[in-house]
């Protein structure tokens, strides 16, 4: 017989430029194969593929007052319900592959042990940039008055990797260890305020104010505190020591 040739399911994939390996590594782990990748200046696209599953079935056999055995197949998702013709009881005197005849229809059942549950297939939905619109979680988090609130780590240890965009504000900026061109730069969520900074202490750490913050629109001649801003970062991590929500940019604009 002829050796059937593999099927395969695909997905494409986004990721912020730089990121791609992680996300590489994070799909081929879930048994993935890398098929091409295409970069961009803000993102690059990757093509995934891996063999489909086999659809299982399982033969149950019920015989009518004289009639010919039954054939159903059961399917569930792509993974199915196993079984063989043992299963169906033999009687005395009756073929082996047959069951006594009954008024009832025939009852077909799948005992738990013999249920495989699909394995849950990667979603597309991890390559969506947050913003306050699509997730409840995050338009919270930009609501928050408590810069140390436990959620704040829970959304970067849930995020870590992935990118957000929200409206925010310089509240601060510093050099860098002294450096002369690199600052560390404090950002509000909303426009600025000299009374009020809701949502976490976003930072921007070490940073050029020429060319990491990845501007584009029109530009003014500086940035500092009270410049408000469109921001499209990668989230980073969250140092609960001092509340701080590192962030990494990936565009900025001038509101």
Known sequence: MTEEQPTYETRTVKSVRGMESRTRTRWEQDGWELVSMTQGRLQSQLEFRRPKKRIGRRTLLAAGAGAAALVVVIVLGVTGVFGSDEDAPAQAGAPANSVAPSSE??????????????????????????????????????????????????????????????????????????????????????DFSETSAPGPAFQFNDVNTTYDMHYTGETPDGIGVGTNLAITAEVREYNADQCLFHLQPVETVFR
């Open 105 to 190: 229809p025939a009852r077909t059942a799948a005992s738990p042990s013999e249920i495989v549950a699909p394995s849950p297939s990667p979603t597309t939905d991890t390559t969506e940039v947050i913003t306050a619109e699509n997730s409840p979680q995050f338009a919270a988090l930009l609501q928050l008055t408590d810069t140390c609130d436990a959620s704040i780590g829970a959304f970067a240890d849930e995020n870590e990797g992935r990118t957000v965009r929200f409206d925010g504000s310089i509240g601060a900026m510093a050099p860098h260890d002294g450096a002369k061109t690199r600052y560390d730069i404090l950002v509000g969520a909303g």
